[in-house]
Structures are given as C-alpha cells and as structure tokens.
C-alpha cells in the first residue's frame, strides 16, 4: 500500500507557496482556516491584557523608586496592612482571569470537538518521516524530506530546504479534514502552523484533530515533539487545490496505489 513517489503529484498546478517559515520574521503564518484565526486573536487579547499588567506594575515600580526613596527623606511606615488594597490585589486578578475563560475554553472546544469529515487521513509519524493514509480509498504514501539538489526539480525553492517532502499531502479546499494522528515507534508531533494545528503522536493510541483550509497553496509544517536525531528532518507538506483538481489527483493517486476507486461503496464493517 505505501510507496515512496506520487506520480499522480506530477500532474499537480503550480501552487502558491503560503505557509511557510520566513527568515527574520516574528509573526504568525497566515491564518487560513478559522481555529488559527481565532488562536491569533486570543495571542493578542492575551498580550494586551499582559502588556496593560506589565506597564502598570512598572508604573507602580518606578512611582515608589521616586516617592518613597529615603534620600528624599521619606521615613517607612509601620502599618502591617491595607484591606481595600488586599481585597484589591485579590479581586483585580479574579476578573482578569474570568475575562480570558470564555474565550479560552470556547477556543478549546472549538479544537477539540471533531466535527463530520469530508476527508479523513491518518497520520503515523515514523523515525523519521511520516506515512500518510487516505483511509476512505485505502491507499497511502510515505512522505520523506526532499534533498537539496532535488528541490528545483520538484517545484521547490531553495529556502524551502528542510520543509518540502517528495509526496506531499493533497487536500481539497474549504473542506473539513479530520486527521487521525499516531505513531509507530516515539512520540512525534503532526503539525500545520497556518492551518493552527498541532498534535502528538503517540505509539499505541489514535487521536484526533481537524481543520477546513479556505485558500490553495503549499502549506509545510514539521514534527513538532522531540523524537531522535533525525528529529529536523521530518517535514509535512500539504498542498490545498480546488475540487475539481483533487478529484483528478485523486483518481491518478487511487490508480496509482491500487486503492479504491471512488465510485466503489465499501460496506460498514
């Protein structure tokens, strides 16, 4: 069932390149799917709130520095305690805590509750490259990390060295993909910045995550949990295309792996 080439790929367009690392850069990916929007906006709900905490502590910091210096003259009081500051100190971080929850956790069970697919992959991280299975079709490909030399070849740039894999993941867009994430041997980690998505990959257990890419393009993530010397070297690339050319990609994938064909019902087991 696995091979170590898609010549189905080779009828591919070109993609636009949209997630991927960039050098210098500090910011987040693109956002192409609604959980990494909403994990973008709860970063900067958080930093703001962190930040307004930080300016004013200082603030606080710099105004007793100056006021209470005793080179200014300024003798120490003796009193052991202020309840409306106590209650202040106690109350304020209350509040601040129960404006993050709901956020927070509607963020959490938007992650966590899979929602029907349309496409279902399983992800087995190996040591080191990852086995990718189209489970409704029964087939599936090992993906590993494309040489240097080889990148041009395969329709790569040079900065993409480290993050363009030989068979990449093809998936359709603005449809929900449920991916069933494992591992044969250690914990490795699937994972797809812009599309906000990350889970480990645990040797005798199966779980679960989702998205619904809403733009074409070649997206690269990595193993994200630390798994040996050849940790590095285990890219992700997934390639989002309309419909239409998935289906195509599909039926020349189908026939390539000897899976089954789309039009054949397979009964429930």
């Given at each position: 069932?696995?091979?170590g080439?898609?010549?189905?790929?080779d009828a591919?367009?070109?993609?636009?390149?949209?997630?991927?690392p960039h050098?210098?850069?500090?910011?987040f990916?693109?956002a192409?799917t609604?959980v990494a929007r909403?994990?973008?906006?709860?970063?900067?709900?958080l930093?703001t709130?962190?930040?307004?905490?930080?300016?004013?502590v200082?603030?606080?910091l710099l105004?007793v520095?100056?006021r209470f210096?005793?080179?200014?003259?300024?003798?120490p009081a003796?009193?052991t305690h202020?309840?409306?500051?106590e209650?202040g100190?106690?109350?304020?971080?209350?509040?601040?805590?129960l404006a993050?929850?709901p956020?927070?956790?509607?963020l959490?069970f938007?992650?966590l509750?899979i929602?029907?697919?349309?496409v279902?992959?399983?992800?087995?991280g190996?040591q080191?490259?990852?086995t990718?299975?189209?489970?409704?079709?029964?087939?599936?490909?090992?993906?590993f990390m494309?040489?240097?030399e080889?990148?041009?070849?395969?329709?790569y740039s040079?900065d993409?060295?480290?993050?363009?894999?030989?068979t990449?993941?093809v998936?359709?867009v603005n449809?929900t993909?449920?991916?069933q994430v494992?591992?044969?041997d250690?914990i490795?980690?699937?994972?797809?910045p812009?599309?906000?998505?990350?889970?480990?990959?645990?040797?005798?257990?199966l779980?679960?995550?989702?998205f619904k890419?809403?733009k074409?393009?070649v997206y690269?993530g990595?193993?994200s949990e630390?798994?040996?010397k050849?940790h590095?070297?285990m890219?992700?690339t997934?390639k989002v295309?309309s419909q239409?050319?998935?289906e195509k990609?599909?039926?020349?994938a189908?026939?390539e792996?000897a899976?089954?064909?789309?039009?054949?019902k397979v009964?429930a087991k």
């Open positions: 069932m696995l091979a080439s898609a010549f189905a790929q591919l367009p070109k993609l636009e390149t949209v997630g991927k050098e210098a850069g500090i910011a990916q693109e192409v609604e909403d994990i973008h906006w709860m970063d900067s709900f930093l709130i962190i930040t307004i905490i930080t300016l004013f200082t603030a606080l105004l520095i100056f210096n005793s080179k200014r003259g300024h003798k003796t009193f202020n309840t409306a500051l209650i100190w106690t109350v304020v971080p209350i509040v601040i805590l993050i929850a956020p927070s956790l509607t959490l938007k992650q509750e929602p029907e697919a349309d279902t992959i399983k992800a087995t190996n080191w490259y990852w990718h299975e189209y489970v409704d079709h029964d087939f599936g490909f090992d993906s494309l040489p240097k080889e990148l041009a070849a395969n329709g040079s993409e060295y480290l993050l363009a894999t030989d990449a993941l998936l359709p449809k993909v449920v991916v494992t591992g044969s250690v490795h980690s699937w994972t797809i812009a599309f906000g998505v990350k889970q480990d990959a645990v040797p005798g257990r779980a679960e995550l989702w890419a809403e074409e393009g690269f990595q193993c630390l798994c040996g050849d590095a070297y890219p992700i997934v295309v239409d050319v998935y990609w599909l039926d020349g189908i026939a792996y899976g089954t064909p789309r039009d054949v009964a």
